[in-house]
């Protein structure tokens, strides 16, 4: 069996979720083969060296505990954490994969991927990843000092929490039907699992006469939801 999750964004100020994210390990997750973790994990990751906080340190230490169980995890970075590292792959016992990673499962080809790049209609957006993940802005935030990317981190978050307050939850931009139909033809994929736009549904849809599935995980508030690979196919679990 492989579960696959994504959108967690962990942090200290939601418990609940980081409660529901151990209680998923200690739990479903022992029973499987396989945990994906296609992106978001955590709120934000500015370096490794985040793990000098108790609270992801704990969530890395978790993540160590169920590997030596047996259950190999896998990450597929997303927006938010995109800056996970080889010290958190020591720490957590899990492999960043690039995306998009490649699977087979009951004879299927499956594409997984976080799905931020695949809305490319938020061009502002893509102009900002392009930026934000060249090897050259990655090597200045991991070369600042220590305290100064936590007050950028902490400014970030002041400036999420009132842009919530005054605007409330930001509309995500959805994928575009063109740039997922790339996805499955320069894979040849059959199964699409991706996160992101936090609206979990399963589509069908025609690539090239083939038919092909799209499945999209929800994200977390409070409780576990999961994807399921398993003997009676891919089946959506919790929430």
């Given at each position: 069996m492989i579960l696959f999750i994504s959108d967690l964004h962990l942090q200290a100020a939601e418990p609940e979720t980081a409660q529901a994210f151990l209680?998923?390990?200690?739990?479903?997750?022992?029973?499987?083969?396989?945990?994906?973790?296609?992106g978001d994990l955590f709120e934000l990751w500015t370096a490794d060296d985040d793990?000098?906080?108790a609270f992801p340190a704990s969530i890395a230490d978790a993540l160590n505990e169920l590997c030596r169980s047996g259950v190999a995890v896998r990450i597929v970075v997303g927006n938010?954490?995109?800056?996970?590292?080889?010290?958190?792959?020591?720490?957590?016992?899990?492999?960043?994969?690039?995306?998009?990673?490649?699977?087979?499962?009951?004879?299927?080809r499956l594409v997984l991927l976080h799905g931020d790049a695949q809305c490319t209609d938020d061009v502002a957006y893509q102009r900002y990843r392009r930026r934000i993940r060249s090897p050259f802005i990655q090597?200045?935030?991991?070369?600042?000092?220590?305290?100064?990317r936590r007050a950028i981190?902490?400014?970030?978050?002041?400036?999420?929490?009132?842009?919530?307050?005054?605007?409330?939850?930001?509309?995500?931009?959805?994928?575009?039907?063109?740039?997922?139909a790339e996805v499955f033809r320069t894979t040849s994929a059959d199964i699409m699992i991706h996160g992101h736009t936090h609206q979990p549904a399963c589509h069908?849809?025609?690539?090239?006469?083939?038919?092909?599935?799209?499945?999209?995980?929800?994200?977390?508030?409070?409780?576990?939801?999961?994807?399921?690979?398993?003997?009676?196919?891919?089946?959506a679990r919790g929430g």
């Open positions: 209680e998923f390990l200690a739990g479903p997750a022992r029973q499987a083969r396989e945990l994906w973790i296609l793990l000098r906080e938010r954490d995109f800056m996970l590292g080889k010290v958190f792959e020591a720490r957590s016992g899990a492999r960043i994969v690039p995306e998009p990673a490649l699977l087979e499962f009951e004879g299927k090597a200045l935030q991991r070369n600042l000092p220590y305290f100064v981190v902490r400014r970030i978050r002041q400036r999420s929490v009132m842009n919530r307050q005054k605007y409330g939850e930001r509309k995500i931009s959805d994928v575009n039907a063109d740039a997922i069908t849809l025609a690539v090239d006469g083939r038919e092909c599935q799209r499945w999209v995980l929800a994200d977390w508030h409070g409780k576990a939801t999961w994807l399921e690979a398993g003997p009676e196919g891919l089946i």
